[in-house]
């Protein structure tokens, strides 16, 4: 499978933003799909996480109760809203996939564990 994502933009705070990771395959399904926040100079850090399952969905607690991650496995599609988007959430915006099955080396937070990884798309939050 192969990912792009799209949708990043320059915005103020407390604006609203939808990322989309858009999928190529027919197998799409059956990735598990997570989202990457890379800032300059900093390492990439976990922001949701997407079971090909459609259960309940991961954030990471400085995200919790303003982004929401979804899929449309028919439009081989996964989207992140953010809401109230703050400063801090500047960065370029990675979506990256995992087939589900396979062994497991890292957990799903880390970056490590995904083989396959979108161009990324940049969120700049300023006032």
């Known amino acids: 499978v192969q990912l792009q994502a799209s949708g990043g933009g320059l915005v103020q705070p407390g604006a609203s933003l939808r990322l989309s990771c858009a999928a ?15 800032a300059p100079g900093k390492e990439r850090i976990f922001v949701a996480y997407n079971r ?3 259960g309940s969905p991961s954030y990471a607690d400085s995200v919790k109760g303003r982004f929401a ?5 028919a439009d081989n599609t ?4 953010m809401n109230n988007l703050k400063f801090e959430d500047s960065g370029v915006y990675y979506c990256a996939a995992k087939r589900a099955f396979t062994p497991v080396r890292y957990t799903y937070t880390d970056a490590r564990e995904y083989d396959t990884w979108g161009q990324g798309t940049l969120v700049t939050v300023s006032s």
Do not use: D, E, P
């Not at 190529?24 to 926040?37: E, I, K, L, P, Q």
């Not at 991650?69 to 496995?73: E, V």
């Not at 996964?78 to 809203?81: I, K």
């Open 52 to 54: 090909r399952s459609g």
């Open 24 to 38: 190529s395959g027919r197998t799409f399904s059956s990735y598990n799909v997570a989202w990457f926040r890379q």
């Open 78 to 81: 996964v989207y992140l809203q």
């Open 69 to 73: 991650t979804s899929r449309n496995n």
